[in-house]
């Protein structure tokens, strides 16, 4: 059984059920991805992992103990947890932003120690930011900033790393800079990386363990080898893909792919032309 | 070179910790000498001029019988002093207000809270006349709990939640019905005469036994805002963010909205529903000292007092012998300064 595990879930938001009994498994020191449609609960899969939101029924467990019932501050040793598109308050450094992510292990006040102070210029470091560390965090672009949070998430120095989208809004360079940073804390850190991703490739690409959901529930999970199949894709995402092998991965990638059902018209068509 | 490597290479001598608690030292300390300075001069000038050393040696060794040492003490000085708290008091609320829920034009005055207390003094003067301070000091925090209700009640009412600007206008439709209710009940009660003063805001009716009773309040208030004044760094920074980082928000909220309300509730019983002191002074302050409510709390206090010091001295000296109301005195800056910030579509924080 791995530190972290969901059991038998169901979170409703205002009064609408959006995740129905959902049982999952986060393997440890692996990168999971959850894809799925807009509205398919990913998220709030995500954020009820992360304790954000609290379940009617079942739980979230973390070492064998519902998470609910653990104290907060201890929780966020063990899982930091980085929102979608967090607005930043203007002024602030990005050196200040980050030592936040010192927080749960300070006590009164909250004076850094000099544990804090290298822990948090680690960050900064790995991260690639030390240059701009006393720069308003106002003024980065949205890769820098991007950025920026995970360095706070890696301040907290937590073995569990939870991120909702974090390549949304970014180009292609800089996704990829955000994940080739992921998977580097993975593999040298050993870091459990539980992540929501729209790009499909990226998410194959990138991850040990891929869960697919819709309407609340998983439709498949796995290595991407098995859950980046065209039937399962057609299921979740209701699109005909054409797939081919990633030559930087060699997980399945989509070639194209097309709305369900306008297939057979379009290859006739294109034939034609 | 791997993570692990450069995590274990950092050596500690580069690490520079870099904050700005230098200027916020500077702007106590300067802050502190301005307010005994601005304190001072107030004290001195007046209906009646009495030069600086009287009034030292009306502190010093007063003497009963001489009239300037009397002016001086029951008087000029509890009133320096009411303006100096409350002062202070609507800067740290304001400061709270703003960084708990991330809105730039959070004040009590806008947000309610100044109008439900003054609502509240309506009803205590109107039916229980000759009520003690005490009780009066009680009535006004429920006001603003009251008003502060309503607005979020009403805020929370709309399509898309508690933006910045909306709450504003609810906070200005709420207020509007609640002086219009205190005003309909001082004319059907005949206490205008006793409640015009309460809206105009003035402190020159603050005696010292007033003082004695808000004062241990206040200390309670203000040691625990700066108790919390970490954990209202990491609210402000977003609900998902602080829950993230371990903090138990509900519980921070319950407690930060207490003393936001004992703050404001107490200055609208000394000085009346003044605005704008809550907004002006927190956002001049996290523009000199940054972002860090540690030293925002503190330093919004001395200068939130220095601001209406200066200002009840203005509103002694614009037009003697008769007083300006403070409240429009502030008014004054706090509404372009308002609009300035509403421009800016109410974001950031």
Request: aromatic share 8%; glycine share 10%; hydrophobic share 50%.
């Amino acid at each position: 059984m791995s530190n972290l595990f969901v059991k038998d879930i169901v979170v409703s938001y205002s009064g609408l059920p959006i995740i129905d009994r959902l049982n999952i498994s986060i393997p440890d020191h692996k990168i999971t991805t959850i894809i799925g449609p807009n509205g398919c609960g990913k998220s709030t899969l995500l954020k009820t992992i992360a304790r954000i939101l609290k379940t009617d029924r079942g739980a979230v467990f973390l070492d064998g103990k519902a998470i609910q019932q653990l104290s907060t501050k201890k929780v966020a040793k063990r899982m930091a947890i980085l929102p979608q598109s967090s607005e930043v308050p203007p002024g602030l450094t990005i050196f200040e932003l980050v030592s936040y992510g010192r927080f749960p292990h300070q006590r009164g006040l909250g004076t850094l120690k000099l544990e804090d102070l290298k822990q948090i210029d680690w960050a900064i470091q790995v991260t690639g930011l030390s240059e701009l560390k006393d720069r308003p965090v106002v003024a980065l672009s949205g890769g820098q900033r991007q950025r920026v949070w995970i360095a706070m998430a890696l301040a907290q120095d937590t073995d569990i790393l939870i991120l909702d989208e974090p390549t949304t809004y970014l180009d292609l360079a800089h996704q990829l800079d955000i994940l080739l940073l992921l998977e580097k804390l993975n593999k040298e850190e050993e870091r459990t990386i539980i992540m929501v991703l729209h790009d499909l490739n990226l998410a194959s690409r990138f991850s040990h363990n891929m869960i697919a959901m819709k309407e609340g529930s998983i439709v498949a999970e796995g290595p991407p080898s098995k859950v980046m199949t065209s039937s399962t894709i057609q299921k979740v995402f209701d699109i005909d893909a054409n797939l081919t092998i990633c030559p930087f991965s060699t997980n399945p990638i989509l070639h194209s792919y097309q709305l369900s059902g306008c297939t057979q018209d379009l290859l006739e068509n294109a034939n034609e032309g | 070179m791997s993570i692990l490597e450069k995590r274990t290479q950092i050596a500690t001598e580069d690490i520079v910790y870099r904050s700005r608690p230098i200027i916020a030292s500077i702007i106590i300390i300067g802050g502190l000498i301005g307010l005994v300075a601005a304190i001072g001069l107030s004290v001195s000038f007046g209906a009646a001029d009495i030069d600086i050393g009287t009034v030292w040696s009306a502190i010093v060794q007063y003497n009963d019988e001489l009239t300037s040492h009397q002016i001086i003490k029951e008087i000029r000085l509890p009133r320096v002093l009411g303006a100096a708290l409350v002062g202070a008091c609507f800067a740290v609320s304001g400061s709270i207000m703003q960084g708990m829920t991330r809105n730039p034009l959070a004040d009590s005055g806008l947000l309610g809270l100044n109008a439900g207390s003054a609502f509240m003094l309506a009803i205590c003067f109107a039916f229980f006349p000759g009520m003690p301070y005490m009780y009066i000091i009680f009535f006004s925090f429920l006001g603003a709990a009251l008003g502060a209700g309503l607005v979020f009640g009403i805020g929370s009412l709309s399509r898309g939640g508690l933006k910045p600007v909306r709450l504003v206008l609810a906070g200005a439709a709420v207020s509007a019905l609640l002086i219009a209710l205190s005003e309909g009940i001082a004319i059907y009660y005949r206490i205008s005469q006793d409640l015009a003063f309460w809206y105009a805001g003035g402190v020159s009716g603050t005696k010292w036994e007033n003082l004695e009773i808000v004062a241990p309040w206040v200390v309670v208030a203000f040691v625990g805002a700066m108790f919390f004044s970490k954990s209202i760094t990491i609210i402000s920074l977003g609900e998902e963010i602080a829950i993230g980082l371990g903090q138990r928000t509900k519980k921070i909220k319950f407690f930060l909205a207490i003393i936001v309300l004992v703050l404001a509730g107490i200055a609208v019983s000394v000085v009346g529903a003044v605005g704008f002191v809550g907004l002006i002074i927190p956002h001049i302050t996290r523009f000199l000292v940054g972002h860090d409510y540690r030293w925002i709390i503190p330093c919004s206090a001395i200068l939130g007092g220095l601001l209406v010091v200066l200002a009840d001295f203005a509103a002694r000296m614009a037009n003697p012998p008769l007083e300006t109301p403070i409240g429009a005195l502030i008014a004054l800056l706090g509404v372009p300064f308002f609009l300035y910030l509403a421009r800016k579509g109410g974001e950031g924080i």
